[in-house]
C-alpha cells in the first residue's frame, strides 16, 4: 500500500507541476491577448480618425467644387405656361377643362410620386454658367433628349 500511496503522490506531483505550467501558460496568452485588444483598439482609434479627416476633407474638397470649378447657381425664367396666357385672354376659354389640363402639363410623375411645378416661370439651377440649367422639379427628360440629339448631330 505504502508503494501505491508513493506512486500516487508523485503522479499528484507531476500533475501539480503541470497544472502549474498550464496556468502559467494560459496567464501569458492572457497577457498576450490583453497586448493584442489594446492594439487593435488603438488601430480602431487611428481608423477613426483617419476616416474623420478624410470626410473633412472630402467636404472641403466638395464646397471648392460647388463654390469654385462649377458654382451652382438658381436662374428663374420668366416664361409662362401657354395654357395660362391663353386662357387668360380668351374670356370663352375659362373652363375647367382647360384649367385641369393647363395643372396636368405642370404635373410630373417622378420617383413613384406626383410633382407639381405649379409657380409661373420654372426655376433651374445652373451648373457651369447660364447657358447650362438643369429643372429644379427632377424631370431631367429634356437632358436626356439633349443629349441623344448631340449624339447623332456632329459638330463641337
Not at 501558460?25 to 480618425?49: A, F, S
Not at 387668360?88 to 382647360?98: I, W, Y
Not at 410620386?113 to 429634356?142: K, Q
Request: charged fraction near 30%.
Amino acid at each position: 500500500d505504502t508503494e501505491g500511496l508513493l506512486r500516487i503522490k508523485e503522479e499528484n506531483q507531476k500533475h501539480i507541476r503541470r497544472a502549474q505550467r498550464h496556468q502559467e501558460k494560459k496567464e501569458k496568452i492572457q497577457r498576450h491577448n490583453r497586448k493584442l485588444g489594446d492594439l487593435v483598439e488603438k488601430k480602431t482609434y487611428d481608423l477613426k480618425t483617419q476616416y474623420e479627416h478624410l470626410a473633412n476633407l472630402r467636404r472641403t474638397h466638395i464646397l471648392e467644387l460647388t463654390s469654385v470649378i462649377f458654382p451652382i447657381e438658381e436662374v428663374k425664367t420668366s416664361m409662362r405656361d401657354p395654357a395660362d396666357v391663353s386662357s387668360e385672354s380668351d374670356n370663352a376659354m375659362t373652363s375647367s377643362t382647360v384649367s385641369k389640363l393647363a395643372e396636368a402639363r405642370r404635373t410630373t410623375y417622378l420617383s413613384g410620386r406626383w410633382v407639381c411645378d405649379d409657380h409661373n416661370g420654372d426655376t433651374s439651377i445652373s451648373i457651369t454658367g447660364p447657358w447650362i440649367t438643369l429643372p429644379n422639379n427632377g424631370d431631367y427628360s429634356a437632358y436626356y433628349n439633349w443629349v441623344e440629339e448631340k449624339k447623332t448631330t456632329q459638330g463641337p
